[in-house]
Nanobody
Framework: QVQLVESGGGLVQAGGSLRLSCVAS????????WAWYRQAPGKQRELVAT???????TYATPVQGRFTISRDNPKKSSYLEMSNLQPDDTATYYC???????????WGQGTQVIVSS
């Protein structure tokens, strides 16, 4: 059974940095697309960044220039490097992975990021 296991959240002061990790445990094929989402209290889940197998990445406007998504294919992992964090970045962050060949998509359990002012 495939599980997406996240780590790396925590409490950080404004201007600080965090690195989130997501591992597709039990996955035997390559991930096509990785994505990171976030959900702030009382708000809908929103897309933060995506990264496909070609290396093409997309970012939501609020995080452009501050967040970087990456992937390690042999390790079946994705990372979200977050810098210059602001209180508005406070949310639970979720990773998502898609494997089109087997019509599979999975979600991580979420990791909380709290940015204090």
């Amino acid at each position: 059974q495939v599980q997406l296991v996240e780590s790396g959240g925590g409490l950080v002061q404004a201007g600080g940095s965090l690195r989130l990790s997501c591992v597709a445990s039990g996955m035997l094929v390559n991930i096509d697309t990785w994505a990171w989402y976030r959900q702030a209290p009382g708000k809908q889940r929103e897309l933060v960044a995506t990264l496909d197998r070609t290396g093409a990445g997309t970012y939501a406007t609020p995080v452009q220039g501050r967040f970087t998504i990456s992937r390690d294919n042999p390790k079946k992992s994705s990372y979200l490097e977050m810098s210059n964090l602001q209180p508005d970045d406070t949310a639970t962050y979720y990773c998502n992975a898609v494997v089109r060949a087997i019509n599979w998509s999975g979600w991580g359990q979420g990791t909380q990021v709290i940015v204090s002012s």
